[in-house]
């Protein structure tokens, strides 16, 4: 199976701009998760998808939105960039099926804002 | 609320010789832990994972974990450490609220193999 994709890989923005990352998950897949990644504040957790519906929100600002389509894709975008969301964007598929659990990660999304 | 520690930032061991890479976790009912591996550039690979059973965990890569509930640890081994193992290594827990789960993840720790 492939697995998830992440595009696009880069992305400069300048502060004041919104962006829109897309997730391709692993083929079955129902559960998407996005991640920010950052030197100062490690991994963090932003939302999750699953079935079209937002299950949970990390704790990031309304700026950080997202949504699922019927074919599992998911899409996040961020509004009115700052300096601060300059971060390796990661995206995860899960099948959620049994008690494991476990995530599979894409290659993430480099953005930077300027 | 559940969490996991790695309290090392970095782990330097010569190639050969058997590596650890410690995590301990905090959690409220039955842990379920992770680790996970992220290579320079690229995103986070699964190792492993500790449901139930066993409390040693064999992973890709030739890589292990053990779990040990009266210390609340889950460390990661492998009995010779080979250059190309040098990477950032992440402890997770899932952490669940109703219907959705996420990964808590520790701070990581940067494994450096030498030659």
């Known amino acids: 199976k492939a697995g998830v994709t992440q595009t696009p890989r880069y992305l400069i923005k300048t502060r004041g701009q919104q962006v829109t990352l897309s997730c391709s998950p692993i083929?079955?897949?129902?559960?998407v998760s996005w991640y920010q990644q950052t030197p100062g504040q490690g991994l963090q957790f932003l939302f999750e998808y699953f079935s079209e519906t937002q299950r949970n929100k990390g704790n990031f600002p309304g700026r950080f939105s997202g949504r699922q389509f019927s074919n599992s894709r998911s899409e996040m975008n961020v509004s009115t960039l700052e300096l601060g969301d300059s971060a390796l964007y990661l995206c995860?598929?899960?099948?959620?099926?049994?008690?494991?659990?476990?995530?599979?990660f894409g290659p993430g999304t480099r953005l930077t804002v300027t | 609320a559940q969490s996991v520690a790695q309290p090392e930032d970095q782990v330097n061991v010569a190639e050969g010789n058997p590596l650890t890479v410690k995590c301990t976790y905090s959690?409220?009912?039955?842990?379920?832990l992770f680790w996970y591996v992220q290579y320079p550039n690229r995103g986070l690979q699964f190792l492993l994972k500790?449901?139930?059973?066993?409390?040693l965990v064999k992973g890709s890569y030739g890589f292990e974990a053990e779990f040990n509930k009266s210390q609340t640890s889950f460390h990661l081994k492998k009995p010779s450490a080979l250059v190309s193992d040098s990477a950032l290594y992440f402890c997770?827990?899932?952490?669940?609220?109703?219907?959705?789960?996420?990964?808590?993840f520790g701070s990581g720790t940067r494994l450096l193999v030498r030659p």
């Open positions: 500790y449901i139930t059973g066993d409390n």
């Open positions: 083929s079955g897949h129902r559960s």
């Open positions: 997770a827990v899932r952490d669940q609220v109703d219907s959705s789960y996420k990964l808590i």
């Open positions: 995860a598929s899960s099948s959620r099926q049994g008690a494991g659990y476990e995530q599979y």
């Open positions: 959690v409220s009912g039955n842990p379920y």
